[in-house]
């Protein structure tokens, strides 16, 4: 009788330490949903407000949080936050006289891209149109000419960008060997849906003198004006080139090839297009990269990827899903695709 209540009394144990373990467990997981649906609101929150966080850039990256779509493809926060971040530091390190950009103007210029960007990457899926490796190891390795050797360069690029030499592949020089293709590819294509998207291309050549020291500035500007007269004087442009240019396009004679508009920083293609053929432009242009002096050596009529690409952004499904503002509103104006704004950041559309 005594074994019997003893072996009744450890079952009560016994049934008491299970109920405890789970009522323990029961909290555990409880605190965990908790602390989950607490940081997403915070990750939330943090979202809405365009916070640099890490925390909420991590979380806006798993959860594939879009910042804008354009045609149903989406931009995620993440991508965007982090361009941000990069060309906030690139105009802080700019020179003296540049009119600093509104963080409208920087979001504008990182949105419209990276837009863009997405557009282009599907329109080369639809049409078969890939970089490979090879194409995209020139490019950088015209880059890292441009300096005394790869670790000159990667160090510039993280001063300037913050960026490895990797991740400057990546995001800057890979989508533009991509566009590259994509425009040649459109310019020989016999698609005859096509036929109507011409614009002027020219071919030009330029020799770059790049400040990378603020302080240096009027040093190189007088070392380019000295060779800007003596190419005025007639001296050989790409024998100049080839001795003064600071850029992988010095070993070409400053060659750089056919594009049409848009595709240049807006003081160089101003000044470019502004030429007659064979004509060298009076004075030095200055830009974000140094100071130029530029000849146009041809013009053409041509059929264009880029008057194509602005005709087809005008007519693009574009919605901003955040409080950012619309980079293509202005060019949608008048048309019948009303940009669209949406709060709602749940969408993790597919990317593919």
């Known amino acids: 009788m005594e074994n019997e209540e003893k072996v009744i009394e450890s079952k009560k144990e016994n049934s008491v330490n299970l109920k405890n373990k789970k009522f323990f467990f029961m909290g555990i997981v409880g605190v965990i949903v908790l602390v ?18 890490a925390l909420v850039r991590v979380f806006a990256k798993t959860l594939n949080i879009p910042v804008a779509s354009i045609n149903g493809l989406n931009v995620s926060y993440y991508d965007y936050m982090e361009d941000i971040r990069t060309l ?11 009119p600093p950009a509104t963080d409208e103007e920087i979001s504008d210029q990182v949105l419209s891209r990276l837009l863009v960007n997405r557009f282009v990457l599907d329109f080369a899926k639809e049409n078969n149109i890939s970089v490979s490796d090879d194409e995209v190891n020139k490019v950088k390795n015209e880059l890292v000419l441009q300096f005394a050797n790869e ?13 490895d030499l990797d991740t400057y592949t990546e995001k800057i020089i890979k989508p533009i060997v991509l566009e590259q293709k994509v425009s ?5 294509s016999t698609n005859e849906n096509w036929a109507g998207y011409g614009e002027e291309e020219v071919s030009a050549r330029h020799i770059l003198f790049q400040v990378t020291d603020p302080s240096t500035t009027e040093t190189v500007r007088s070392q380019a004006n000295a060779v800007l007269k003596r190419v005025l004087a007639g001296e050989d442009f790409g024998t100049l080139a080839e001795e003064f240019g600071s ?3 010095s070993q070409t004679g400053g060659d750089l090839g056919w594009f049409g508009r848009g595709m240049m920083v807006p003081e160089f293609e101003n ?14 242009v200055e830009t974000q990269f140094g100071f130029h002096i530029v000849r146009l050596d041809d013009k ?8 194509y690409l602005d005709q087809k952004l005008k007519e693009a499904e574009i919605k901003i899903t955040l409080p950012v503002h ?8 008048g048309t019948d695709k009303v940009p669209e704004e949406t709060t709602d950041t749940a969408s993790t559309e597919s990317e593919n």
């Not at 990667?154 to 960008?161: E, F, G, R, V």
């Not at 064979?278 to 004075?283: K, L, N, S």
């Not at 619309?326 to 104006?333: A, K, S, Y």
Request: glycine share 8%.
């Open 36 to 53: 989950f649906f607490l940081s997403l609101i915070f990750v939330i929150r943090g979202v809405y407000t365009l916070q640099d966080n």
């Open 300 to 307: 053409r009529s041509a059929k264009s990827f880029s008057a």
């Open 271 to 284: 000044a470019v297009f502004a030429l007659g053929v064979g004509e060298v432009a009076p004075e030095l």
């Open 184 to 188: 040649k590819f459109f310019a020989d």
């Open 326 to 333: 619309n980079p293509f509103e202005t060019l949608q104006v």
């Open 247 to 249: 850029d992988g396009t």
């Open 88 to 98: 906030k530091l690139f105009y802080s390190q700019q020179q003296e006289g540049f």
């Open 151 to 163: 670790a000159e360069a990667a160090q510039n690029l993280k001063d300037k960008y913050g960026w």
